[in-house]
Protein backbone atom coordinates (compact mmCIF):
# COMPACT_ATOMS: atom_id res chain seq x y z
CA UNK A 1 0.00 0.00 0.00
CA UNK A 2 2.72 2.77 1.09
CA UNK A 3 4.59 1.65 -2.34
CA UNK A 4 1.16 2.40 -4.30
CA UNK A 5 0.41 5.32 -2.52
CA UNK A 6 4.06 6.87 -3.16
CA UNK A 7 3.51 5.98 -7.12
CA UNK A 8 0.20 7.63 -7.08
CA UNK A 9 2.60 11.14 -4.91
CA UNK A 10 5.40 11.13 -7.76
CA UNK A 11 2.42 10.95 -11.00
CA UNK A 12 0.60 13.52 -9.34
CA UNK A 13 3.72 15.38 -8.80
CA UNK A 14 5.51 14.90 -12.08
CA UNK A 15 1.68 15.59 -13.37
CA UNK A 16 1.79 19.22 -11.48
CA UNK A 17 5.35 20.10 -12.58
CA UNK A 18 4.32 19.33 -16.14
CA UNK A 19 1.29 21.66 -16.31
CA UNK A 20 2.94 24.48 -14.16
CA UNK A 21 5.73 24.35 -17.21
CA UNK A 22 2.97 24.32 -19.28
CA UNK A 23 1.64 27.27 -18.15
CA UNK A 24 4.87 28.93 -17.89
CA UNK A 25 5.20 28.20 -21.07
CA UNK A 26 1.72 29.77 -22.28
CA UNK A 27 2.78 32.96 -19.98
CA UNK A 28 5.64 33.60 -22.31
CA UNK A 29 3.57 33.41 -25.48
CA UNK A 30 0.98 34.84 -24.29
CA UNK A 31 0.35 38.78 -25.97
CA UNK A 32 0.01 41.76 -23.68
CA UNK A 33 -3.74 42.98 -23.95
CA UNK A 34 -2.82 46.49 -22.93
CA UNK A 35 0.73 48.05 -23.75
CA UNK A 36 2.27 50.89 -21.74
CA UNK A 37 5.27 53.55 -22.80
CA UNK A 38 6.04 56.48 -20.93
CA UNK A 39 7.40 58.24 -23.80
CA UNK A 40 6.57 55.76 -26.25
CA UNK A 41 10.31 55.33 -27.60
CA UNK A 42 10.52 51.64 -26.83
CA UNK A 43 6.87 50.69 -27.62
CA UNK A 44 5.77 52.93 -30.17
CA UNK A 45 2.81 50.64 -30.41
CA UNK A 46 1.86 51.38 -26.77
CA UNK A 47 -2.06 52.69 -26.09
CA UNK A 48 -1.10 53.96 -22.85
CA UNK A 49 1.48 56.72 -21.50
CA UNK A 50 0.47 55.75 -17.78
CA UNK A 51 0.39 52.43 -15.65
CA UNK A 52 -2.79 53.28 -13.71
CA UNK A 53 -5.12 54.12 -17.06
CA UNK A 54 -3.92 50.79 -17.98
CA UNK A 55 -4.92 49.62 -15.43
CA UNK A 56 -8.46 51.69 -15.30
CA UNK A 57 -8.97 50.40 -18.89
CA UNK A 58 -8.38 46.86 -18.19
CA UNK A 59 -10.96 43.53 -18.26
CA UNK A 60 -10.57 41.05 -15.46
CA UNK A 61 -7.77 38.88 -16.43
CA UNK A 62 -6.19 40.83 -18.78
CA UNK A 63 -2.18 41.66 -18.81
CA UNK A 64 -0.72 44.37 -18.93
CA UNK A 65 2.93 44.68 -20.61
CA UNK A 66 4.89 47.99 -19.20
CA UNK A 67 7.74 48.85 -21.38
CA UNK A 68 11.18 50.49 -19.87
CA UNK A 69 10.61 54.03 -18.29
CA UNK A 70 10.05 55.78 -14.97
CA UNK A 71 6.64 55.96 -14.19
CA UNK A 72 6.12 58.67 -11.60
CA UNK A 73 2.33 57.34 -10.21
CA UNK A 74 1.25 55.33 -7.53
CA UNK A 75 -0.73 52.47 -8.45
CA UNK A 76 -3.91 50.84 -7.15
CA UNK A 77 -5.48 47.85 -8.29
CA UNK A 78 -9.14 46.13 -7.34
CA UNK A 79 -9.58 43.50 -10.50
CA UNK A 80 -7.58 39.79 -11.07
CA UNK A 81 -5.19 41.15 -13.70
CA UNK A 82 -1.25 40.87 -14.73
CA UNK A 83 1.48 43.36 -14.84
CA UNK A 84 4.41 42.37 -16.44
CA UNK A 85 7.31 45.10 -16.79
CA UNK A 86 10.20 45.02 -19.03
CA UNK A 87 13.85 45.52 -18.09
CA UNK A 88 14.04 49.14 -16.77
CA UNK A 89 10.54 49.33 -16.32
CA UNK A 90 10.36 51.83 -12.71
CA UNK A 91 7.48 52.68 -10.87
CA UNK A 92 8.98 56.02 -8.89
CA UNK A 93 5.93 57.89 -7.22
CA UNK A 94 6.86 60.99 -6.33
CA UNK A 95 5.00 63.23 -2.98
CA UNK A 96 2.81 60.10 -1.91
CA UNK A 97 0.17 59.99 -0.76
CA UNK A 98 -2.61 57.89 1.45
CA UNK A 99 -4.22 55.09 -0.25
CA UNK A 100 -5.16 52.55 1.83
CA UNK A 101 -5.70 51.97 5.85
CA UNK A 102 -4.25 49.44 8.27
CA UNK A 103 -5.78 47.26 10.80
CA UNK A 104 -5.62 49.44 13.50
CA UNK A 105 -6.80 52.47 11.60
CA UNK A 106 -2.85 53.33 10.31
CA UNK A 107 -2.61 55.60 7.36
CA UNK A 108 -1.05 53.62 4.66
CA UNK A 109 1.11 55.31 1.33
CA UNK A 110 1.86 52.14 -0.77
CA UNK A 111 3.34 52.90 -4.29
CA UNK A 112 1.16 49.68 -5.59
CA UNK A 113 -2.06 48.79 -3.54
CA UNK A 114 -3.94 45.93 -4.70
CA UNK A 115 -7.45 45.61 -2.69
CA UNK A 116 -10.02 43.22 -2.81
CA UNK A 117 -8.72 41.44 -6.02
CA UNK A 118 -8.64 38.15 -6.41
CA UNK A 119 -5.91 36.65 -8.64
CA UNK A 120 -3.33 39.70 -9.14
CA UNK A 121 0.59 39.17 -10.39
CA UNK A 122 2.64 41.68 -10.71
CA UNK A 123 6.51 40.60 -11.89
CA UNK A 124 9.60 42.75 -13.38
CA UNK A 125 9.05 45.84 -11.87
CA UNK A 126 11.21 48.20 -10.18
CA UNK A 127 9.46 49.44 -7.34
CA UNK A 128 11.84 53.04 -5.91
CA UNK A 129 10.02 55.11 -3.31
CA UNK A 130 13.09 57.10 -2.72
CA UNK A 131 11.37 60.90 -3.64
CA UNK A 132 8.19 59.70 -1.42
CA UNK A 133 8.36 63.12 -0.18
CA UNK A 134 7.05 61.54 3.46
CA UNK A 135 8.25 64.43 6.00
CA UNK A 136 6.61 62.71 9.46
CA UNK A 137 6.11 59.38 10.91
CA UNK A 138 2.78 59.36 9.31
CA UNK A 139 1.62 57.58 6.68
CA UNK A 140 3.50 54.18 6.94
CA UNK A 141 5.70 53.73 3.78
CA UNK A 142 5.07 50.52 1.65
CA UNK A 143 6.64 49.70 -1.96
CA UNK A 144 3.92 46.87 -2.61
CA UNK A 145 0.62 46.34 -0.69
CA UNK A 146 -2.01 43.17 -0.81
CA UNK A 147 -4.76 43.76 1.03
CA UNK A 148 -7.48 41.01 0.78
CA UNK A 149 -6.12 40.27 -2.04
CA UNK A 150 -4.39 37.05 -3.45
CA UNK A 151 -2.10 36.42 -6.64
CA UNK A 152 1.58 36.60 -7.26
CA UNK A 153 4.69 38.62 -6.64
CA UNK A 154 7.84 37.45 -8.70
CA UNK A 155 11.07 38.81 -9.59
CA UNK A 156 10.75 42.53 -8.59
CA UNK A 157 13.05 44.73 -7.23
CA UNK A 158 12.02 47.04 -4.31
CA UNK A 159 14.02 49.59 -3.07
CA UNK A 160 14.49 52.43 -1.02
CA UNK A 161 11.29 52.32 1.26
CA UNK A 162 12.55 53.89 3.90
CA UNK A 163 11.97 57.57 5.59
CA UNK A 164 14.71 60.19 5.87
CA UNK A 165 17.96 59.76 8.96
CA UNK A 166 16.10 62.34 10.58
CA UNK A 167 13.42 59.95 11.39
CA UNK A 168 15.09 57.16 12.07
CA UNK A 169 12.41 55.73 14.86
CA UNK A 170 9.99 55.70 12.88
CA UNK A 171 7.69 52.49 12.65
CA UNK A 172 7.43 52.70 9.00
CA UNK A 173 9.43 51.16 5.80
CA UNK A 174 8.19 47.95 4.79
CA UNK A 175 8.67 46.50 0.84
CA UNK A 176 6.60 44.02 0.75
CA UNK A 177 3.01 43.59 3.04
CA UNK A 178 0.43 41.35 2.31
CA UNK A 179 -2.61 42.56 5.25
CA UNK A 180 -5.62 40.21 5.27
CA UNK A 181 -8.31 42.39 7.38
CA UNK A 182 -11.56 41.58 9.11
CA UNK A 183 -12.71 38.52 8.03
CA UNK A 184 -10.81 38.09 5.00
CA UNK A 185 -8.35 35.88 3.27
CA UNK A 186 -5.28 36.56 1.42
CA UNK A 187 -3.00 34.23 -0.39
CA UNK A 188 0.11 35.37 -1.99
CA UNK A 189 3.38 34.27 -3.22
CA UNK A 190 5.95 35.99 -3.37
CA UNK A 191 9.59 34.52 -5.17
CA UNK A 192 12.92 35.74 -6.05
CA UNK A 193 12.02 39.30 -4.90
CA UNK A 194 15.10 41.96 -4.27
CA UNK A 195 14.82 43.63 -1.31
CA UNK A 196 17.31 46.63 -0.35
CA UNK A 197 17.96 49.46 0.82
CA UNK A 198 14.76 49.78 2.96
CA UNK A 199 16.27 49.53 6.51
CA UNK A 200 19.96 49.32 7.13
CA UNK A 201 20.91 47.64 10.64
CA UNK A 202 16.88 46.80 11.82
CA UNK A 203 17.47 47.55 15.25
CA UNK A 204 15.63 48.61 17.77
CA UNK A 205 18.30 50.80 19.76
CA UNK A 206 16.63 50.50 23.62
CA UNK A 207 17.48 46.26 23.14
CA UNK A 208 21.14 46.79 24.08
CA UNK A 209 20.79 43.41 26.58
CA UNK A 210 18.84 40.29 26.44
CA UNK A 211 17.35 41.82 29.91
CA UNK A 212 16.31 45.18 28.48
CA UNK A 213 14.19 44.18 25.26
CA UNK A 214 10.62 44.40 25.46
CA UNK A 215 10.58 45.16 21.94
CA UNK A 216 12.92 44.43 18.91
CA UNK A 217 13.16 45.04 15.19
CA UNK A 218 12.48 41.92 12.84
CA UNK A 219 13.93 40.95 8.97
CA UNK A 220 10.51 38.81 8.13
CA UNK A 221 7.55 39.04 10.72
CA UNK A 222 4.69 36.74 10.34
CA UNK A 223 1.95 37.65 12.52
CA UNK A 224 -1.55 36.21 12.68
CA UNK A 225 -1.08 34.93 9.60
CA UNK A 226 -1.27 30.56 9.19
CA UNK A 227 0.59 28.26 6.84
CA UNK A 228 2.87 31.11 5.72
CA UNK A 229 6.52 29.91 3.58
CA UNK A 230 9.45 31.92 4.15
CA UNK A 231 12.19 30.33 1.60
CA UNK A 232 15.44 31.34 0.16
CA UNK A 233 15.44 34.96 1.51
CA UNK A 234 18.97 36.47 2.68
CA UNK A 235 18.59 38.26 6.49
CA UNK A 236 20.59 39.99 8.01
CA UNK A 237 21.63 42.54 10.81
CA UNK A 238 18.40 42.23 12.74
CA UNK A 239 18.03 41.61 16.59
CA UNK A 240 15.47 38.46 14.99
CA UNK A 241 15.60 37.25 11.39
CA UNK A 242 12.46 35.32 11.01
CA UNK A 243 9.45 35.53 13.61
CA UNK A 244 6.53 32.60 12.69
CA UNK A 245 4.37 34.05 14.87
CA UNK A 246 1.50 31.89 13.24
CA UNK A 247 0.73 28.28 12.34
CA UNK A 248 1.81 25.73 10.00
CA UNK A 249 4.39 28.36 9.04
CA UNK A 250 7.89 26.40 7.06
CA UNK A 251 10.71 28.63 7.27
CA UNK A 252 13.15 26.95 4.60
CA UNK A 253 16.66 27.39 2.98
CA UNK A 254 17.33 30.91 4.46
CA UNK A 255 20.62 32.94 5.48
CA UNK A 256 20.10 34.44 8.52
CA UNK A 257 23.07 36.10 9.77
CA UNK A 258 24.31 38.97 12.69
CA UNK A 259 21.02 38.26 14.77
CA UNK A 260 22.17 40.98 17.72
CA UNK A 261 21.33 40.60 21.18
CA UNK A 262 18.33 37.64 20.23
CA UNK A 263 17.54 34.69 17.55
CA UNK A 264 17.75 34.17 13.79
CA UNK A 265 14.52 32.01 13.81
CA UNK A 266 11.67 32.36 16.52
CA UNK A 267 9.17 29.89 16.27
CA UNK A 268 6.34 31.50 18.72
CA UNK A 269 3.08 29.46 17.03
CA UNK A 270 2.85 26.17 16.76
CA UNK A 271 3.26 23.05 14.14
CA UNK A 272 5.75 25.29 12.16
CA UNK A 273 8.23 23.91 10.20
CA UNK A 274 11.97 25.19 10.36
CA UNK A 275 14.30 23.24 8.05
CA UNK A 276 17.73 23.49 5.90
CA UNK A 277 18.23 27.05 7.21
CA UNK A 278 22.10 28.46 8.16
CA UNK A 279 21.81 30.37 10.89
CA UNK A 280 25.32 32.45 11.91
CA UNK A 281 26.07 34.45 14.51
CA UNK A 282 22.92 34.91 17.22
CA UNK A 283 23.26 37.04 20.22
CA UNK A 284 21.07 34.92 22.47
CA UNK A 285 20.20 31.33 20.36
CA UNK A 286 20.60 30.56 16.52
CA UNK A 287 16.49 28.91 17.25
CA UNK A 288 14.13 29.90 19.66
CA UNK A 289 11.10 27.31 19.87
CA UNK A 290 8.19 29.34 21.93
CA UNK A 291 4.89 27.39 21.00
CA UNK A 292 4.18 23.56 20.45
CA UNK A 293 4.61 21.26 18.32
CA UNK A 294 7.47 22.89 15.60
CA UNK A 295 10.03 20.72 14.01
CA UNK A 296 13.68 21.90 13.54
CA UNK A 297 15.19 19.80 11.26
CA UNK A 298 18.68 19.67 9.42
CA UNK A 299 20.09 23.25 9.75
CA UNK A 300 23.07 24.60 10.16
CA UNK A 301 23.62 26.72 12.80
CA UNK A 302 27.10 28.36 13.69
CA UNK A 303 28.43 30.81 16.40
CA UNK A 304 25.95 31.40 19.40
CA UNK A 305 25.13 31.07 22.82
CA UNK A 306 22.89 28.11 22.22
CA UNK A 307 22.27 26.63 19.03
CA UNK A 308 18.54 25.79 19.97
CA UNK A 309 16.42 27.16 22.78
CA UNK A 310 13.22 25.67 23.53
CA UNK A 311 11.04 27.38 26.18
CA UNK A 312 9.71 26.01 29.40
CA UNK A 313 6.35 24.09 29.33
CA UNK A 314 6.42 23.61 25.38
CA UNK A 315 5.37 20.39 24.30
CA UNK A 316 5.52 18.39 21.25
CA UNK A 317 8.72 19.94 19.75
CA UNK A 318 11.41 18.13 17.82
CA UNK A 319 14.47 18.61 16.47
CA UNK A 320 16.48 16.03 14.25
CA UNK A 321 19.54 16.61 11.67
CA UNK A 322 20.98 19.98 12.81
CA UNK A 323 24.87 20.99 12.70
CA UNK A 324 26.02 23.17 15.45
CA UNK A 325 29.01 25.07 15.06
CA UNK A 326 31.36 27.25 17.31
CA UNK A 327 28.55 26.99 20.00
CA UNK A 328 28.37 26.01 23.77
CA UNK A 329 25.23 24.10 23.76
CA UNK A 330 23.90 22.91 21.38
CA UNK A 331 20.47 22.71 22.92
CA UNK A 332 19.10 24.04 25.90
CA UNK A 333 16.03 22.22 26.89
CA UNK A 334 13.90 23.76 28.51
CA UNK A 335 14.72 27.17 30.27
CA UNK A 336 13.13 28.49 33.18
CA UNK A 337 11.82 31.43 31.15
CA UNK A 338 11.51 33.25 27.99
CA UNK A 339 12.57 37.40 27.74
CA UNK A 340 12.02 37.51 24.10
CA UNK A 341 9.04 39.51 23.36
CA UNK A 342 7.91 41.14 19.49
CA UNK A 343 5.79 44.18 19.58
CA UNK A 344 4.71 43.85 16.01
CA UNK A 345 3.21 46.90 14.49
CA UNK A 346 -0.76 46.62 13.46
Request: contains cysteine.
Amino acid sequence: MRKCALAVFLLLSIFFLASRMAAAEEDLDRKPDLLVDDDKVQCPAATFTSIQAAIDAASPGDLIRVCPGAYREQLSINKSLSIEGDNGAIVLPGNMTVNATGSSGTPIAAAILVKEAADVEIEGLIVDTANSGITQCSPDLIGILYQNSSGRIERNAVRNTKLSVSLNGCQSGNAIVVQSLGSETSNVRIDDNSVHDTVTDNVWSPCVSLENCASNATGILIFQSDDVRVERNSIATNQIGIFAGGQRAEIGSNNISNSLILVGIDLSGNNNLASRNDVTNSGQAGILIEGNDNKVQSNDITEAPIGILKLSGTVGNTHSGNSVFDTLIPVQDPVPAHVVHVAPQR
